[in-house]
Structure formats: structure tokens, C-alpha cells
Nanobody, 124 residues
């Protein structure tokens, strides 16, 4: 069982930056691929980024490529989402997720545990 708690969301102006954190409970954090997803009002939840177990590999959605970066610190059981050059269309609730698997994952069904989400609002 893994419990995930996101933090770091808030209100930011367009062009600004935020760093989201996701703290995981348990001693097996380094057995999980981690992912970030987001859900805007009236839209389906969508993939944002994912990182491998040791952090050597990452991939992000085309919509955030060059602006968002996923990283992790296994010693702290934490995964991060650094968001730069934020746009109003990035406004959403951001969720982290953990998947017990070996390869990176873009689909929600590939993840086993989810956090409660943190709100990010980007004003124009």
C-alpha cells in the first residue's frame, strides 16, 4: 500500500513557475514508476509526465514539453513536477500516481495508487 500526498499548488500569473511535490509513504517507493496527471474543469484527466524507478528516464506530454520537468528523490520518497512558463491552460487539479511496473507509463490504468490532487490556477 502506498499513500501519496501532493503539495505546492496555488495561484500564479502566466509566465510564472511552481514546483509540485508528491510525498509517498512506505519503504518501497523506489519500486514504483511515478506519474503526474491533471484534470481541468469539464475535461478528462490527462497525462502530464512520468519518471522511471531510479529517475534515469522521464517523458512528458507534448503540451508541456520544454516547460515541465519530472524528477524524484528516492531518499526522500518524493517526486516533483517543476512547472515553468505557465499558461492559463495549465490550470487544473494535478495528481501524482504510483505504478508497480518497470517501464514508463502514460495511461491511468497503468497506475495503482493516486494522490488527492492539488489545485494549480494560472491567471492571465
Amino acid at each position: 500500500q502506498v499513500q501519496l500526498v501532493e503539495s505546492g499548488g496555488g495561484l500564479v500569473q502566466a509566465g510564472g513557475s511552481l514546483r509540485l511535490s508528491c510525498a509517498a509513504s512506505g519503504r518501497t517507493f523506489n519500486s514504483y514508476v511515478m506519474g503526474w496527471f491533471r484534470q481541468a474543469p469539464g475535461k478528462e484527466r490527462e497525462f502530464v509526465g512520468t519518471i522511471s524507478i531510479r529517475g534515469a528516464s522521464t517523458t512528458v506530454a507534448d503540451s508541456v514539453k520544454g516547460r515541465f520537468t519530472v524528477s524524484r528523490d528516492n531518499a526522500k520518497n518524493t517526486v516533483y513536477l517543476q512547472m515553468n512558463s505557465l499558461k492559463p491552460e495549465d490550470t487544473a487539479v494535478y495528481y501524482c500516481a504510483a505504478g508497480r511496473r518497470l517501464s514508463l507509463a502514460r495511461r491511468q490504468a497503468e497506475y495503482d495508487y493516486w494522490g488527492q490532487g492539488t489545485q494549480v490556477t494560472v491567471s492571465s
